[in-house]
């Protein structure tokens, strides 16, 4: 695929937040970048909004498996669907965020927003297509939740060529992450950006330290988020 050089696949790209108010706004905002950076097929993307929004009228496994792309699995249970993930995608940190959602078979309005939120995301992560945008994706989550997804997008981005887009009001928080910002200019112009990693680089002694059992095969996770939670006391 061909790009301008302000895009490379692989890369997670902030969008100014300044002027995004209604969720059309900000979804022309994102396909209108894409065009002008010459994107192939940019009208195939995957976006979850900040409220995490499901189909209603399916419950939380059912809105999972419609995007497995597995036609065998679609009417079985989520054991189908961690052991799709565990052998196709090979993403151990979505296996562990299917593990934090405790009522699959409810609907999304019986949900918990971060239950809901967290189907969301694994439902982007999950669709075909180059690019995702994501919509305040760490509102609703708690700390471990969101060290996973974090986790669970590094490996989707670096498996599937994937090209991520972030609007969220937590800029700082997000350029730890980030390649590069999106900035609309008032002449409808963009200009992107470089992130200044320096500023936001994570060290070994303040990243999360992660350890993978080898009986079990389980993920154990300290998080530089705990500190956080109980400072706030959350």
Known sequence: ????????IGEILL???SQEDLLPNKLKRFTQF?????????????FVNQEGSLIGHLTLIQNLLLESNNKSILLKNKFSLDQYIRNKLKNPYLIELLKE????DCFPNEASPEGRKITA????LLKNGPYLFLDSPE???????LFL????LKISIKDNGLIVIISSPKQDFWKKYAQKQIIKRGTGHFWVTPIEQKNYHTSKTSDSVIEMSKNAGQLI???PFDSIKKNTGS
């Open 34 to 46: 894409l065009k002008t950076e010459n994107a192939p097929n940019y009208s195939k993307f995957s």
């Open 221 to 223: 996770i300290h998080s």
């Open 121 to 124: 995301l694994m439902q982007g």
């Open 139 to 145: 509102k609703y989550l708690d700390y471990n939740n």
């Open 149 to 152: 997804f974090i986790q669970a």
């Open 1 to 8: 695929m061909n790009f301008s050089k302000n895009i490379q």
């Open 101 to 104: 959602i405790s009522h699959f």
């Open 15 to 17: 969008m100014d937040p």
